[in-house]
């Protein structure tokens, strides 16, 4: 495995044979960090351990058992409360003694290294309840510019980055030395499936924030209108699939004199470990959109975008271009010079 970066990975309750602790011992030396979310506790990802009101009533011993064992690999650990919307609790003093008695508790019971958040107000409770907790301000959150950065300092000890800006080497530059200035660290978010500046983004998250109640229900339909599951479902916005903010695990070495971590996801993957692999050795054979999440392979089926097909040019022309994709062709060309796979 090459040196260098090392990863932030997301835990899974798996529900086979092999558990989220067998992939992370075997690629221990390049993890540092596992990220979870507490049990039915909303976060930027559906429940653990409800599914539509059935219980699984294991879940709090298997997921403490791996954190555990997370902690004696020297594997940092990163609690995820980082759901966009609260309801009706968001201002309240219910919500900030809720995360003081999950904090108190898991600091007994596993240890925490540091929390993502995107609420100011859950941030505001950490800060002065638990100083010596790291604060990161989650992906979600859209921080990329310095002013957005400057507005939440006293409430974040790190950033993940605007994910848009993820092939903008200038604009982190700029993040960078100004998170170096001023203490704070910062990172980027890989692999993500998501379309850039997706319009549906907030709406998408807060529904994803209050998915018990919302699948609950009788809905008038299972996609949301405009989001990226209904807008692949036309063949010839496929392409656009290039023009996101995803990194090519063969690329992800030209990131290491910025991110010393880099977060991967694979909370929801249905292969976790092969997109970890992927990551850790810099190199990928199949289908691109297999180690994405969220990943659109299954809109595509059966073609596939591979990515032992891009062109040797691909992250020079990706990452030093104009931005401008109404007038650019060169995702398109690629795309099409595939031939789908």
């Known amino acids: 495995m090459a040196d260098g970066i090392k990863f932030s990975v997301g835990y899974q309750l798996m529900d086979e044979e092999k558990i989220f602790l067998d992939i992370v011992k075997k690629f221990r030396k390049k993890i540092d960090e596992v990220y979870f979310a507490w049990l039915n506790l909303p976060s930027g990802r559906g429940p653990i351990a409800d599914k539509i009101g059935y219980i699984n009533w294991e879940a709090q011993k298997q997921i403490e058992y791996e954190l555990k064992q997370f902690k004696k690999l020297g594997i940092k650990l990163n609690l995820l409360l980082n759901a966009s919307c609260w309801g009706d609790l968001s201002l309240s ?22 929390i993502t958040a995107f609420s100011p107000v859950i941030a505001y409770t950490i800060k002065k309840n638990f100083p010596d907790i790291e604060i990161r301000a989650s992906v979600n959150m859209r921080i990329g510019t310095i002013t957005a950065m400057e507005q939440i300092a006293e409430l974040f000890d790190s950033f993940v980055m605007q994910r848009e800006y993820n092939r903008d080497f200038q604009r982190i530059e700029i993040l ?32 994803i924030s209050h998915e018990i109640e919302v699948f609950s229900k009788t809905n008038i339909m299972k996609d949301i209108p405009g989001n990226c599951w209904t807008y692949y479902k036309k063949r010839e916005n496929w392409n656009t699939l290039l023009c996101n903010s995803w990194i090519r695990p063969e690329d992800i070495h030209y990131y290491a004199d910025f991110f010393p971590v880099v977060k991967l996801a694979t909370r929801i993957n249905p292969e976790p470990e092969k997109v970890i692999e992927a990551y850790c050795i810099e190199k990928y054979k199949g289908n691109l959109l297999d180690i994405l999440e969220p990943s659109h392979s299954g809109l595509l089926f059966p073609y596939i975008i591979d990515n032992t097909k891009f062109p040797d040019d691909w992250f020079l022309k990706s990452t030093d271009c104009g931005k401008n994709c109404e007038e650019c062709c060169y995702c398109k060309d690629v795309f099409v010079q595939q031939k789908y796979g």
């Open 93 to 114: 003093t219910v919500l900030a003694n809720n995360v003081i008695s999950i904090i108190d508790y898991l600091g007994q019971e596993t240890g925490i290294d540091s």
């Open 176 to 207: 960078k030395n100004w998170c170096k200035k001023n203490g704070k660290k910062l990172s980027i978010l890989a692999n993500s499936g998501c379309i850039n500046f997706c319009p549906v983004q907030t709406f998408h998250d807060n529904v």
